[in-house]
């Protein structure tokens, strides 16, 4: 054990030496002696300028043709960036690769790491609870971990009635009412006092809504809010109860422990990923990181070192002190750790993302921008949609990496009890990861229809233009996940006894996910552009009789019937399981295949959705603020971001194959190994 956790201590203490030297330097930078070519000379809010508008330019174009000055190459855009005249790009080459090209790179591989090491830590921490034995301590922990949790559902359960019903501050009242439904009722079940199942949901219901409604701030109640109240409360109650009173499994522990040592390699690759990203944008991008520094310099220089050596700090501590506390019998503290790490990652993410948003949708005025506080500029318009999509996004990418771990190790492993538990870790990864999954595409609409509010240019470039092939691959990928997801649960239910009462409307509803799929990605004409340009066939254009496949409603409603008959076949599989005897390690051999590639699709999904996001901004860094005046402005073709994409997402599924391949597999080996050796009778002396 002492051998394969020494190279993680010496890379924590590498990259923890490289972010103290990042952070010395943001701070030092304003001893350091003055030089034309530092980065740190300019991060001062005055010396540099907002994004004029266009008539302005006009203006100045007019003033200097009335001048008779030199016909020249037109310079009045670089105002964008502050002083115009010094301002040079330089183009650089990394390993074959261009500017964008490099820093794409390195930023999606960041970004992947760290949604792993942030979505697999929500459900390790209650993966942990299930395995853990029920005592006072642990019960005590139970209770911040429902309400966790709890705040977790009620989100999510918030968002979508407020897409779908339109309640007005439907997240909060979800929020509320789970949380302190889950509370409450856990500090009861805590004392014996509300063991029945119907008496904490109806405990939960009544107490959540009656905290969360004076908590919202309405100026009057709707029936419908009161209602999602009421069902938030009830849900946080049940999963109160359940928790509490679950019966230890040790299988959970293992998982949970396993889970977690790949997260603990993962998270010395997030901070090196991350490192080399900042190091790449202050070589090729060196005015544009200037300037962002500069918009938010508590967020850089403070906060966000804080929050990530803190983070770092309680992780290690989390990996670190599982098995001596489970000797010393404190499994509650490090139940306690597991939810202060959750609690630091959702800040963390939640941090970051406001520069993120800031980029594609900054903070209106934006003649104001000068003057704006740091925290205006960080709660933009979609800075709380990006949240929810990331966190139900990174949930979904948690569970289907451990789809991945367990299919990998059911393939590796030759012995009959280890094929049993990882086929059951594949089924509890892709449980995890058709639950969250499910109201993922509401998180997606709720963040887009904040960007068409924002400026409808935005939407229109995304759905209608440039990237609406984009879009095309990002929905195909949906719908294949989607698929893939239904298909392994049909495979998995052929080992339950008595499932095959459920296979008839199953099969009905793989009819229905085919056709929703193929109406989801049917685009209305197939040219990426609003209308067709010089090259382009102007006949790429579905038929009129057909035309009502690429509307709206059309797309709504298919993305609908996927997300319910998923729904629906995720109820059957668990009602199989719970009422038939389920036969691990006899699983169909396309199931830990198919779980791979529901893996892979995922990762492939979430580098592409990035690369959406990231292209919508057009031809600028900040949207209207600060212009891209690189060589590569443009939007590159579908086929180069694609391959680029592809060859990003391929470095890191061989990374994670090694990473667990180091964490789990390898240690069982060379325990296999040395057994023999402990085993050999000693000779007497």
Same mark, same amino acid.
């Given at each position: 054990?002492?051998?394969?956790?020494?190279?993680?201590?010496?890379?924590?203490?590498?990259?923890?030496?490289?972010?103290?030297?990042?952070?010395?330097?943001?701070?030092?930078?304003?001893?350091?002696?003055?030089?034309?070519?530092?980065?740190?000379?300019?991060?001062?809010?005055?010396?540099?300028?907002?994004?004029?508008?266009? @008539?302005?330019?006009?203006?100045? @174009?007019?003033?200097?043709?009335?001048?008779?000055?030199? $016909?020249?190459?037109?310079?009045?855009?670089?105002?964008?960036?502050?002083?115009?005249?010094?301002?040079?790009?330089?183009?650089?080459? /990394?390993?074959?690769?261009?500017?964008?090209?490099?820093?794409?790179?390195?930023?999606?591989?960041?970004?992947?790491?760290?949604?792993?090491?942030?979505?697999?830590?929500?459900?390790?921490?209650?993966? @942990?609870? &299930?395995?853990?034995?029920?005592?006072?301590?642990?019960?005590?922990?139970?209770?911040?971990?429902?309400?966790?949790?709890?705040?977790?559902?009620?989100?999510?359960?918030?968002?979508?009635? $407020?897409?779908?019903?339109?309640?007005?501050?439907?997240?909060?009242?979800?929020?509320?009412?789970?949380?302190?439904?889950?509370?409450?009722? #856990?500090? %009861?079940?805590?004392?014996?006092?509300?063991?029945?199942?119907?008496?904490?949901?109806?405990?939960?219901?009544?107490?959540?809504?009656?905290?969360?409604?004076?908590?919202?701030?309405?100026?009057?109640? $709707?029936?419908?809010?009161?209602?999602?109240?009421?069902?938030?409360?009830?849900?946080?109650?049940?999963?109160?109860?359940?928790?509490?009173?679950?019966?230890?499994?040790?299988?959970?522990?293992?998982?949970?422990?396993?889970?977690?040592?790949?997260?603990? =390699?993962?998270?010395?690759?997030?901070?090196?990923?991350?490192?080399?990203?900042?190091?790449?944008?202050?070589?090729?991008?060196?005015?544009?990181?200037?300037?962002?520094?500069?918009?938010?310099?508590?967020?850089?220089?403070?906060?966000?070192?804080?929050?990530? =050596?803190?983070?770092?700090?309680?992780?290690?501590?989390?990996?670190?002190?599982?098995?001596?506390?489970?000797?010393?019998?404190?499994?509650?503290?490090?139940?306690?750790?597991?939810?202060?790490?959750?609690?630091?990652?959702?800040?963390?993410?939640?941090?970051?993302?406001?520069?993120?948003?800031?980029?594609?949708?900054?903070?209106?005025?934006?003649?104001?921008?000068?003057?704006?506080?740091?925290?205006?500029?960080?709660?933009?318009?979609?800075?709380?949609?990006?949240?929810?999509?990331?966190?139900?996004?990174?949930?979904?990418?948690?569970?289907?990496?451990?789809?991945?771990?367990?299919?990998?190790?059911?393939?590796?492993?030759?012995?009959?009890?280890?094929?049993?538990?990882?086929?059951?870790?594949?089924?509890?990864?892709?449980? =995890?990861?058709?639950?969250?999954?499910?109201?993922?595409?509401?998180?997606?609409?709720? /963040? !887009?229809?904040?960007?068409?509010?924002?400026?409808?240019?935005?939407?229109?470039?995304?759905? #209608?233009?440039?990237?609406?092939?984009?879009?095309?691959?990002?929905?195909?990928?949906?719908?294949?996940?989607?698929?893939?997801?239904?298909?392994?649960?049909?495979?998995?239910?052929?080992?339950?006894?008595?499932?095959?009462?459920?296979?008839?409307?199953?099969?009905?509803?793989?009819?229905?996910?085919?056709?929703?799929?193929?109406?989801?990605?049917?685009?209305?004409?197939?040219?990426?552009?609003?209308?067709?340009?010089?090259?382009?066939?102007?006949? &790429?254009?579905?038929?009129?009789?057909?035309?009502?496949?690429?509307?709206?409603?059309?797309?709504?409603?298919?993305?609908?019937? %996927?997300?319910? !008959?998923? /729904?629906?076949?995720?109820?059957?599989?668990?009602?199989?399981?719970?009422?038939?005897?389920?036969?691990?390690?006899?699983?169909?051999?396309?199931?830990?295949?198919?779980?791979?590639?529901?893996?892979? #699709?995922?990762?492939?999904?979430?580098?592409?959705?990035?690369? =959406?996001?990231?292209?919508?901004?057009?031809?600028?860094?900040?949207?209207?603020?600060?212009?891209?005046?690189?060589?590569?402005?443009?939007?590159?073709?579908?086929?180069? #971001?694609?391959?680029?994409?592809?060859?990003?997402?391929?470095?890191?599924?061989?990374?994670?194959?090694?990473?667990?391949?180091?964490?789990?597999?390898?240690?069982?080996?060379?325990?296999?190994?040395?057994?023999?050796?402990?085993?050999?009778?000693?000779?007497?002396?």
């Amino acid at each position: 054990m002492k051998q394969s956790q020494s190279p993680l201590k010496n890379t924590f203490f590498k990259t923890l030496l490289c972010l103290l030297f990042i952070y010395m330097l943001g701070h030092l930078s304003p001893f350091l002696p003055a030089s034309s070519n530092s980065i740190f000379t300019n991060l001062s809010f005055q010396t540099l300028a907002y994004a004029q508008d266009d @008539e302005e330019e006009d203006e100045d @174009e007019e003033d200097e043709d009335e001048e008779g000055e030199a $016909e020249e190459e037109d310079l009045s855009y670089l105002t964008d960036i502050g002083p115009a005249a010094d301002h040079e790009f330089e183009e650089f080459s /990394f390993l074959g690769m261009s500017n964008r090209k490099f820093t794409w790179a390195a930023a999606q591989l960041h970004i992947l790491f760290a949604s792993f090491i942030l979505g697999c830590p929500m459900f390790v921490v209650i993966m @942990e609870v &299930m395995g853990a034995r029920r005592t006072q301590g642990v019960r005590k922990a139970i209770i911040l971990s429902n309400v966790f949790l709890a705040v977790l559902i009620g989100v999510v359960i918030g968002i979508t009635g $407020e897409i779908i019903i339109g309640i007005h501050h439907g997240v909060l009242y979800g929020l509320w009412a789970c949380a302190f439904g889950a509370l409450i009722v #856990s500090f %009861l079940n805590y004392f014996h006092r509300l063991m029945n199942i119907r008496a904490s949901a109806f405990v939960g219901a009544v107490f959540g809504t009656l905290i969360a409604m004076p908590l919202t701030p309405v100026e009057h109640y $709707e029936v419908s809010a009161i209602i999602l109240a009421l069902i938030n409360g009830a849900v946080g109650g049940l999963l109160s109860n359940g928790i509490m009173f679950a019966q230890a499994d040790f299988k959970f522990e293992r998982l949970a422990h396993e889970i977690t040592k790949v997260i603990g =390699i993962c998270y010395s690759f997030t901070a090196l990923t991350g490192g080399l990203f900042l190091f790449v944008m202050l070589v090729a991008y060196k005015d544009f990181i200037t300037y962002l520094i500069s918009s938010f310099p508590m967020l850089f220089m403070v906060a966000y070192p804080t929050l990530f =050596i803190l983070e770092t700090v309680i992780m290690y501590i989390y990996v670190y002190s599982w098995d001596p506390l489970n000797k010393a019998n404190k499994k509650g503290r490090h139940i306690v750790t597991g939810i202060m790490l959750n609690v630091f990652g959702l800040t963390l993410l939640m941090a970051l993302d406001g520069p993120a948003t800031f980029m594609q949708a900054p903070t209106k005025p934006l003649a104001d921008l000068l003057t704006m506080s740091e925290w205006d500029k960080i709660t933009t318009s979609i800075w709380m949609p990006l949240n929810y999509h990331r966190l139900v996004g990174n949930g979904t990418f948690g569970g289907y990496m451990v789809c991945i771990i367990g299919a990998y190790m059911y393939l590796w492993s030759d012995k009959k009890e280890e094929r049993e538990y990882y086929d059951w870790v594949g089924y509890i990864g892709n449980l =995890i990861g058709v639950a969250i999954m499910i109201p993922l595409p509401a998180m997606g609409y709720i /963040f !887009v229809a904040e960007i068409y509010r924002y400026d409808a240019t935005i939407g229109m470039y995304i759905m #209608s233009d440039r990237e609406s092939m984009f879009m095309l691959v990002q929905g195909l990928l949906v719908g294949t996940m989607f698929s893939a997801s239904n298909i392994y649960m049909w495979v998995s239910m052929k080992r339950i006894e008595n499932a095959e009462r459920f296979f008839p409307a199953m099969k009905f509803g793989f009819v229905l996910i085919v056709i929703s799929a193929t109406i989801w990605f049917t685009p209305r004409r197939f040219f990426a552009t609003m209308l067709p340009e010089p090259g382009m066939d102007p006949n &790429m254009v579905l038929p009129d009789n057909l035309a009502f496949l690429a509307l709206m409603v059309s797309k709504n409603t298919a993305a609908f019937c %996927l997300v319910t !008959v998923t /729904f629906i076949n995720y109820i059957f599989y668990t009602i199989a399981t719970k009422t038939g005897k389920v036969h691990y390690g006899k699983i169909n051999p396309l199931g830990p295949y198919v779980l791979i590639f529901l893996g892979f #699709s995922d990762i492939w999904l979430m580098s592409w959705m990035g690369t =959406i996001r990231e292209l919508s901004r057009m031809n600028w860094h900040i949207y209207k603020v600060f212009k891209d005046v690189t060589p590569e402005k443009f939007a590159p073709s579908l086929a180069e #971001s694609g391959f680029h994409v592809t060859m990003i997402v391929w470095l890191f599924f061989i990374l994670m194959t090694a990473i667990i391949w180091i964490g789990i597999k390898y240690p069982k080996t060379k325990k296999k190994e040395i057994e023999p050796t402990q085993a050999s009778p000693q000779m007497a002396e």
